[in-house]
């Protein structure tokens, strides 16, 4: 009763056991008895439509069996579609998007080339030499006669044999040369650089070997005109590599020579505005308006009037015309950070003929990392930049050709810049080049050599959309005083006539330019929309509704240790721990129980009077004690430990 105070415990008799709590009492932390308690309780309380019907139609196994398989066919499907969410996520799609801007614009670099090598007085000798022995060439192989000097001193063929390395020849069949292996056709290893004729006696070409002569093949080519030129180029590669600088040989008024008028914006251009550089097969170019420029030009109206025009000198005097058989000039719209590469982007000029050019600037930034394969600044690229300018894929592709060519070849090609310490390649020092130039340059082509792997693109790239028109330019009416004009100014032969001159406009068409974005299609917004849609669309449910399916799984678990630590005490538990032991046994609930219930012997004062006291607990088992005549009518709830 209230206010009893309550029995003192004897020293021998065994600790009380803990009171059973009641159903006001609730625990800290509580677990369902079994699954199927877990899983009532789940379909009851759950926000997700359709868990319900497990519960509600228990009574008809039909209904409770088709509702299972409808609830977890939902759930497949449903994660199906999450399965292609998050693919489409890691596969990194990107959508482009155009934005169209109206600005002042920095008006692009333009290089103009003289489009023929220029005769430097180093090196002015050997050239003429070369020439002599090319027009001797051509007259012993097709009998044609250049220059009326070549009747009076011919030579034979056996004169010139000892003159250059790697003679131009005519060839039939490529015949195999002796003590060396098979000599390897353009048909085996090098293919012609031209469509094969069906006239095999126009074949010609020239032949290559390696440093011992052990492997040799013909360059040939299908066209004369094409193989005297490769021919002449390569000599001529050999003797321009001998010159130690380029830009000291060149006059000091080769600029006026080659421009009679420059004007940008109706402003006329000096020295500041342009720089000078030589290219092997083009000749003295010059890039107005480059990085080295202080003022860069801007342009703020479109139009013809307000872009760069230049008048230019297109004669052939004193050039090479065994190098070069076209005439004009050379030009090619880039940017100040940008080498000038007339080979692959620039286009020519026809004498003559007032050639203007539109642009529209475009400009492309793509997404780099796992969105594309582009790189921001090039400094995660394998390849030394050779070049004094921003990463290009161009400038890559030509630094890892270069490097190749140094690693094979052990020397520089001179079209390329070279690293401190190396030579440009000369056959008088380097008498295996040309074989082994041929050779990479076929790997090149196909790949083999890994440049265009390597290579990625850049993330930023502008570019310069350019239009053409022509017109003759000076016009019948108005040549007389333009070219008496441009003689008595710019010292311009009037025999000339037309075909000394030509005339460049650039402009901006108009100041728009398009600029073309990559952007994530697929952000990590767009996957939680996507997945909260296909949740709701299936099951009708929101985000808590995925926190009780996480606390459903959770409380499987736990319930799956418990259950397996029960089952792992009750099998591995021994007799000899003690009467604690024993409790500690008892003490531990079935799953069907709600808590646990430990075993309390009864008090002196609290049992009913008998002949006999229960006998000790036995350890070895938890079953009940033998009855006894006393204790018959007493009632406990508690299993009392007692011998077998």
Known sequence: MKGDKPEEQGPGSPPAA????????????????????????????????????????????????????????????????????FGEYFSYPVSLSINLNSDKLVFPA?????????????????????????????????????????????????DLGGTLPHPLQLLRDPPAPHGVHSARSAASSLQDNNPQVNREDWKIGFQMCNQNKSDCFYQTYSSGVDAVREWYRFHYINILSRLRDTSLSLEEDALGNFIFACRFNQVSCNQANYSHFHHPMYGNCYTFNDKNNSNLWMSSLPGISNGLSLMLRTEQNGFIPL??????????????DEPAFMDDGGFNLRPGVETSISMRKEALNRLGGDYGDCTQSGSDILVKNLYASKYTQQVCIHSCFQESMIRECGCAYIFYPRPQGVEYCDYRKHTAWGYCYYKLQVAFSSDRLGCFTKCRKPCSVTSYELSAGYSRWPSVTSQDWVFQMLSRQNNYTVNNKRTGVAKLNIFFKELKYKTNSESPSVTMVTLLSNLGSQWSLWFGSS?????????????????????????????????????????????????????????????????????????????????????LAGSAGTSSSAHTLGEP
Request: net charge positive; aromatic share 10%; charged share 20%.
């Open 323 to 336: 190098l070069s058989t076209v005439s004009g000039a050379r030009v090619m719209v880039h940017g100040q």
């Open 543 to 627: 985000v808590l509704s995925v926190v009780e399916m996480a606390e459903l799984i959770f409380d499987l678990l736990v319930i799956t240790c418990i259950m397996l630590l029960r089952r792992f005490r009750s099998r591995y538990w021994s007799p000899g721990r003690g009467s604690r032991g024993a409790q500690e046994v008892a003490c531990t609930p079935a799953p069907s129980l709600p808590s646990c219930i430990c075993p309390q012997p009864a008090s002196p004062s609290s049992s009913q009077p008998g002949p006999a006291t229960s006998p000790p607990p036995a350890y070895a088992t938890l079953g009940p004690p033998p009855s």
């Open 18 to 85: 803990p009171r059973p709590p009641t159903e006001e009492e609730e625990a800290l932390i509580e677990f369902h008895r079994s699954y199927r308690e877990l899983f009532q309780f789940f379909c009851n309380n759950t926000t997700i439509h359709g868990a319900i019907r497990l519960v509600c139609s228990q009574h008809n196994r039909m209904k409770t069996a088709f509702w299972a398989v409808l609830w977890l066919c939902t759930f497949g499907v449903m994660y199906w579609q999450f399965g292609l969410l």
């Open 110 to 158: 333009v290089t103009v080339c003289t489009l023929n090598p220029y005769r430097y007085k180093e090196i002015k000798e050997e050239l003429e030499a070369l020439d002599h022995i090319t027009e001797r060439t051509l007259f012993d192989l097709y009998k044609y006669n250049s220059s009326t000097t070549l009747m009076e001193h011919r030579r034979g063929r056996r």
